[in-house]
């Protein structure tokens, strides 16, 4: 079975400066996706930035990029420029990839805060 | 074009009592998703569902829950004699194509069993 990892369950951050989350997964799939939501205090769950596993570059999106380690099953997110904004839960998420069941499978989060 | 959308953002229930918790998914999205989050815990999938057919009820428990997806209107989610363990927020999340691996989701429903 698929699984997710996140071993932080609290980072902090100053203000402006740059944070990176961990994320591990463990699938014996080749073809899967993998994505990193922030959920807010009010519950809404955003997708931040997703990444394919067969596309080698790493995804970006403004101040989110990844670092995407197929061999080594890793899939960081690094922040920069963090504002206070960003605080909030982030969630790592992996699905199978094309023609299945597409259930998200999450870690349990690690929540993030921003200090001025 | 709407997002989806869950209602009752807030449901507090009598330990005994049913849920219904609804979500209509984006406009021309057919697959429904729903999930649950526990305090401090991850989303965790609950059931898989299309129009008028539940696709994959595996991760919802065996008993007391229920889900539709009917032709016309809302997916429903179903807890019937709710216990204090069932508080959790409930997601849903909707697809446009099974091929499509992005989930769009609402902003949830907090259940609370007192």
């Known amino acids: 079975a698929q699984t997710v990892t996140q071993s932080q369950p609290e980072m902090s951050v100053q203000e402006a400066e740059t944070v990176t989350l961990s994320c591990t997964y463990d699938?014996?799939?080749?073809?899967?996706?993998l994505f990193w939501y922030k959920q807010p205090p009010s519950r809404q769950m955003i997708l931040v930035i997703r990444?394919?596993?067969?596309?080698?570059q790493n995804a970006t999106e403004n101040r989110f990029s990844v670092n995407f380690q197929k061999a080594a099953k890793s899939f960081s997110l690094k922040i920069s420029d963090s504002q206070l904004g960003d605080a909030a839960m982030y969630f790592c998420?992996?699905?199978?990839?094309?023609?299945?069941?597409?259930?998200?499978?999450f870690g349990k989060g690690t929540k993030l805060s921003v200090k001025p | 074009n709407a997002g989806v959308m869950q209602n009752p953002r807030h449901l507090v229930r009598r330990r005994g009592q049913e849920a219904r918790l609804r979500c209509s998914p984006m406009k021309g999205h057919s697959h429904v998703y729903w999930y649950r989050q526990l305090p401090e815990e991850g989303l965790k999938f609950m059931v898989y569902l299309q129009k008028e057919n539940i696709i994959d009820e595996s991760g919802m428990p065996k008993e007391r829950f229920s889900a539709e997806f009917p032709k016309e209107g809302p997916s429903i989610l179903r807890i019937q004699q709710v216990v204090r363990g069932d508080s959790a927020a409930y997601f849903c999340?909707?697809?446009?194509?099974?091929?499509?691996?992005?989930?769009?989701f609402g902003q949830g429903t907090r259940l609370t069993v007192v």
């Open positions: 998420a992996y699905v199978r990839g094309l023609g299945s069941q597409g259930n998200l499978i």
């Open positions: 999340a909707s697809h446009y194509t099974l091929t499509d691996p992005e989930a769009f």
């Open positions: 699938t014996s799939e080749s073809d899967y996706y």
């Open positions: 990444q394919e596993a067969y596309k080698q």
